[in-house]
Structures are given as structure tokens and as C-alpha cells.
């Protein structure tokens, strides 16, 4: 029998570290998150935070491209092999209006540094069954 696939979640999250940044960046952000296949009867499970580099954003993980395999589809096909242990898989969004992703406090930019570390992490801990 077959492993069923995990469960992508898009959530919206709202930052206040972000709220009134000096770019003017959205404090609002949407957030990819995987859920693994044992998600609804299982748990607590560790959480990977999958960084985009500099010119990317959290969503773009999930882009369908030619030739490239998205996130979410790689991660079921891993879990399907066994390959990939349970997990929580989280895609930060830290996108700058200067075209790029940042992920350490800036008077330039912006706080995006305690956006995930103090904001958003205790913030999946809470939602979801982390460890």
C-alpha cells in the first residue's frame, strides 16, 4: 500500500516586528508550511525551517517549473520512499522591497530577524505539534 502525501498549509501570518518597517514591507506574510504524512494522528514533530536564498521568497519553493521538482512535491515523494523522517517543514517569507531575502534585524530594512526567530517559530510551536 502506498503512503499518502503530506499536507501543504498556506497560512497568512502577521508580523509586528515587521509592522512599520522602513521599507514599507508588508507585515503580513504568507508562509508555506508541510505537514508529513503521519501529521493528523502522530506527532510531536521536529521543524525545519527551509530558508530561500537572497532573490527568492518563502512561496517560491512551491514554484512549477520546468525540470525543477517543487518543495512540497519532493518532500511526498521522500516521505513515500522512506526517506525523509516526519517533520514540519516551515517557508519563511522575508522578501524586501530591495529584492531579496533578509534574515537578520536591519535599521535598513526592517526586523526580519525577530520575525522568525521570536515571532514566527513560538508561532508554529503553538499551532502546530512541534517538539
Not at 100 to 120: F, P
Amino acid at each position: 500500500m502506498a503512503k499518502r502525501g503530506g499536507k501543504l498549509v498556506i497560512e497568512t501570518f502577521a508580523s509586528r516586528a515587521l509592522r512599520g518597517n522602513p521599507l514599507r514591507d508588508p507585515h503580513l506574510r504568507r508562509v508555506p508550511v508541510w505537514l508529513p504524512p503521519s501529521y493528523p494522528d502522530g506527532g510531536p514533530y521536529p521543524v525545519l525551517y527551509l530558508l530561500v536564498g537572497f532573490t527568492g521568497t518563502g512561496m517560491m519553493h512551491l514554484d512549477r517549473a520546468p525540470w525543477v521538482e517543487p518543495i512540497d512535491e519532493r518532500l511526498n515523494r521522500l516521505a513515500a520512499a522512506g526517506k525523509l523522517r516526519d517533520a514540519i517543514v516551515v517557508m519563511p517569507d522575508c522578501w524586501t522591497r530591495y529584492g531579496g531575502s533578509q534574515y537578520l534585524d536591519s535599521s535598513a530594512t526592517g526586523r526580519y530577524e525577530t520575525h522568525v526567530v521570536k515571532e514566527l517559530v513560538p508561532w508554529i510551536d503553538g499551532r502546530y505539534r512541534t517538539r
